[in-house]
């Protein structure tokens, strides 16, 4: 990912409005469709993202490996993708997915399950104006 980046396979309104990292990259958010369930952190460039609206799966860039991956290939584990959506900054991708299995290469649900720092609506923070 470095270099002069090859022309985006996305629609251009799409790709305009990204603000991607240095590298090139955005976060992409894998929640699941239908209960909110928060699954994963992912990222994504422009070719990601492509394929990720065309072929109905979420394809991220592994930083560490260097390569695409599509969740599932490997593990059987699916995300098929049910919406998209950019948020108001345009930096972040959220995907609403059906997931299949585990989303963390843990092998648990979720990667944001383990090491819960907060929880509970009385966390002993003042709500705002109090």
Not at 9 to 17: K, S, Y
Not at 62 to 67: K, L, N
Not at 98 to 116: E, K, L, N, P
């Amino acid at each position: 990912m470095t270099g002069t980046p090859p022309p985006s396979p996305l629609d251009p309104e799409i790709a305009a409005r990204l603000k991607r990292s240095p590298d090139g990259l955005l976060p992409a958010i894998a929640q699941q469709y239908d209960t909110g369930e928060v699954l994963m952190l992912g990222w994504m460039d422009d070719e990601a993202l492509h394929r990720t609206l065309t072929t109905g799966r979420c394809t991220y860039w592994s930083r560490s490996r260097r390569e695409y991956w599509v969740k599932g290939d490997t593990s059987g584990h699916f995300q098929w993708v049910k919406s998209v959506a950019l948020d108001c900054d345009a930096d972040t991708v959220l995907v609403k997915v059906d997931q299949v299995g585990a989303a963390c290469h843990t092998g648990a649900r979720t990667c944001f399950d383990a090491d819960v720092l907060l929880e509970g609506a009385d966390s002993g923070v003042p709500a705002p104006g109090q």
